[in-house]
């Protein structure tokens, strides 16, 4: 079982930069890949990027390659996401979530979500 909370969401001028945090609780955190999602209403919720249990490996969506970058802190159980050139675009509620170890990449595994967090970008 894994417990998932974000925070660091707000608001932001196009071309400035964001840090979201998703603190874990749980024992499987360090064996678990993270991810980010991000929906805004109407449309189906985007895998934004994925990360492995030990940060080795990533992946990003077109949409974001380039200007966000995800990261993991196993010992404080928690994984980043620094949202640097924002786009009006980029606007969304934001999802942290967990999967399976080995299945970073892939947006159907992840089983563990956290309740959002908002970023909103000014343009």
């Known amino acids: 079982q894994v417990q998932l909370v974000e925070s660091g969401g707000g608001l932001v001028q196009a071309g400035g930069s964001l840090r979201l945090s998703c603190a874990a609780s749980?024992?499987?955190?360090?064996?678990?890949?993270m991810g980010w999602f991000r929906q805004t209403p109407g449309k189906e919720r985007e895998f934004v990027t994925g990360?492995?249990?030990?940060?080795?490996?990533?992946y990003y969506s077109d949409s974001v390659k380039g200007r966000f970058v995800v990261s993991r802190d196993n010992a404080k159980n928690t994984v980043y996401l620094q949202m640097n050139s924002l786009k009006s675009e980029d606007t969304a509620v934001y999802y942290c979530a967990a999967a399976p170890p080995g299945h970073y990449f892939d947006y159907t595994s992840y089983d563990y979500w956290g309740q959002g967090t908002q970023v909103t970008v000014s343009s």
């Open positions: 749980g024992r499987t955190f360090s064996s678990r890949a």
């Open positions: 990360i492995s249990w030990d940060g080795g490996n990533t």
